[in-house]
Each structure stands twice: as structure tokens, then as C-alpha cells.
Nanobody
Framework: HVQLVESGGGSVQAGGSLTLSCSAS??????????MGWFRQAARKEREGVAA??????????DYADSVKGRFTISIDNAKNTVYLQISSLKSEDTSLYYC?????????WGQGTQVTVS
């Protein structure tokens, strides 16, 4: 049974920073093999993908939504089975519930989310 537990959300002023964490109940091998992603969902809006990290033939790769490029950084600590999302230069439009997700072939496992509120 795969469990993903997010933490690190909170209330922050515009321009501030946060680091979100996702603790995954995955073996180190699986954590390196599966793609890990962060999504967010704001009130009355659809869930959107913001960042992903994966291991490809050329090593570790990352992808970001255009709206967060240059401000969000996804990383992984295999020793701690944890994926991080560093968020800087926060804007009011970043206010959302942030979810961690993973899966073998698609994003099938989801955490409960951690709320980020920017004022």
C-alpha cells in the first residue's frame, strides 16, 4: 500500500518562500524508478500539475509548469524517501492545496495535500 504524506504548507506573505515535503512509503528503488509529481488545486479551479521529477536514460530530469518556472524547484532525497518542492517568490495565485503523487505508469497514488495560503 503506497502512502504519501505532505507537509510544510502554511500562510506566508507574497514574496516569501516555503518548502513542501512529501514522505513516501516506497522502497528506494521504486522511489528512483517512479515519476514523482506535485499538483495543486485552488478553490473553484481544476487541479493542475506544477512539477515532476523522474529518472531517465540521461539521469534525473525535472519538468515544471510555465507558471512556476524559475520559482519552484522539485528535488528528491532517496535516503529519506522524501520529495521536496521549494517555492519562492510566492504570489497570491499560488494559494492552493498542494498534492504529491506517484505511480508506476500514471499518477495513481495521491496524498491528502498541504495548504499554501499567500496573502
Amino acid at each position: 500500500h503506497v502512502q504519501l504524506v505532505e507537509s510544510g504548507g502554511g500562510s506566508v506573505q507574497a514574496g516569501g518562500s516555503l518548502t513542501l515535503s512529501c514522505s513516501a512509503s516506497l522502497s528506494p528503488y521504486v522511489l528512483r524508478t517512479w515519476c514523482m509529481g506535485w499538483f495543486r488545486q485552488a478553490a473553484r479551479k481544476e487541479r493542475e500539475g506544477v512539477a515532476a521529477i523522474y529518472t531517465g536514460t540521461g539521469g534525473i530530469g525535472t519538468d515544471y509548469a510555465d507558471s512556476v518556472k524559475g520559482r519552484f524547484t522539485i528535488s528528491i532525497d532517496n535516503a529519506k524517501n522524501t520529495v521536496y518542492l521549494q517555492i519562492s517568490s510566492l504570489k497570491s495565485e499560488d494559494t492552493s492545496l498542494y498534492y504529491c503523487t506517484t505511480g508506476a505508469n500514471e499518477f495513481e497514488y495521491w496524498g491528502q495535500g498541504t495548504q499554501v495560503t499567500v496573502s
